[in-house]
């Protein structure tokens, strides 16, 4: 009985305190990254390696998260040297960009200079893409149409 009490303490106590670790610093740079686009270059030299290694899969294929972190990290060498460099690296996002249009800045030093601060990805209803608003109708329209017919089937098989 004392061994499952304490497997049970064990459990309940130690094991989430052991998930809720750090998350690593390479998380910053894509969340910083994330809000608009560009990268406050003031993150150690390990987490701009360990973001590169890091990379999502569709981050990789379809923007420039990669060559940005780069820009990133040169920056940052060249301002542990003493040189001037801009306080933001990266190519930003373009101004139609949905993601651009539905964040706000604010300042939060532990993130960096500039972070988003709340806002979805579609602010309003003209963002939204016109195929998936004409699939979604005729998806139900056809769920319309199935459950009418699964009714009528039914209702004549009650007459018979």
């Known amino acids: 009985m004392k061994r499952l009490l304490l497997f049970s303490l064990l459990v309940v106590f ?6 809720q670790a750090a998350a690593p610093c390479r998380d910053k740079i894509f969340n910083d990254w994330y809000a608009d686009g560009k990268i406050a270059s003031n993150y150690p030299h390990a987490c ?17 998260l990669g ?6 990290m040169r920056a940052g060498v060249r301002r542990a040297e003493g040189k001037v460099v801009p306080s933001q690296v990266g190519h930003g996002f373009k101004t139609n ?21 709340g806002g979805g990805l579609i602010s309003s209803a003209s963002n939204a893409p016109l ?5 979604g109708g005729l998806a139900i329209a056809l769920a319309a149409a199935g459950a009418i017919g699964t009714g009528v089937k039914y209702a004549r098989s009650r007459r018979h």
């Open 67 to 72: 060559e940005d972190i780069t820009a990133a």
């Open 14 to 19: 130690v094991i989430p305190a052991q998930a």
């Open 131 to 135: 195929p998936i608003l004409v699939l």
């Open 97 to 117: 960009d949905v993601l651009a249009a539905a964040t706000t800045k604010s300042h939060d030093p532990t993130l960096g200079e500039k972070t988003a601060s």
């Open 48 to 64: 701009y390696v360990d973001a590169l290694r890091h990379i999502p899969a569709d981050a990789k294929e379809y923007s420039n």
